[in-house]
């Protein structure tokens, strides 16, 4: 499955916010998407607000046919550099990578090692695994620990 279905789940599972995908020609590197939303919560002294937002690079890649083997995940050249950067800055950038049926999110601080390991290693890099999908509240949640 292309990318394009990966953007279409994100889409369909992303009721809690805004999120717009870009096809940028200009800028290279530029993420598929950005985001955001705002998750309140009741304070002592009345609710209180949080503003998320941020980027999220899409990929998708097929099953090795060994198990040692490396991940297949094709990066442009300037888009890990661009979630790099961006993430050393204060932004919150990710990859989403479906793998099969199962999702990955990888916080920017491991995209180097994306398209570099195995499957195995690549679940213990992510930040989040839903070995069948997820639900709006589960990609919530996930993108508001920020990486942690």
């Known amino acids: 499955m292309a ?3 990966v953007w279409s789940y994100l889409k369909s599972k992303f009721d809690f ?3 717009e995908r870009h096809e940028d020609m200009i800028n290279l ?8 939303f705002i998750d ?3 304070a002592e002294d009345g609710v209180r607000y949080n503003r ?8 998708n890649a097929s099953f090795p046919k060994r198990e040692s083997s490396k991940v297949k995940v094709e990066f442009e050249p300037m888009q890990k550099p661009w979630l790099s950067h961006r993430g050393r800055h204060g ?3 990710w990859v989403l990578l479906r793998v099969g049926r199962a999702y990955l999110l990888f916080y920017w601080l ?3 090692q994306i398209g570099q390991v195995s499957y195995d290693e690549l ?3 992510a930040d989040q695994i839903w070995p069948a999908g997820f639900t709006p509240i589960q990609l919530k949640n996930a993108l508001m620990k920020r990486g942690a």
């Not at 590197?29 to 955001?36: K, M, R, W």
Request: overall charge negative; charged content about 25%.
């Open 52 to 59: 998320y937002s941020g980027w999220i690079e899409l990929k």
């Open 123 to 125: 679940m213990q890099l």
């Open 110 to 112: 491991n995209i180097d």
């Open 40 to 42: 309140s919560y009741d």
């Open 91 to 93: 932004a919150d950038t």
């Open 3 to 5: 990318e394009k279905s």
């Open 17 to 19: 916010g805004c999120i």
């Open 29 to 36: 590197g530029v993420a598929d998407t950005s985001y955001n």
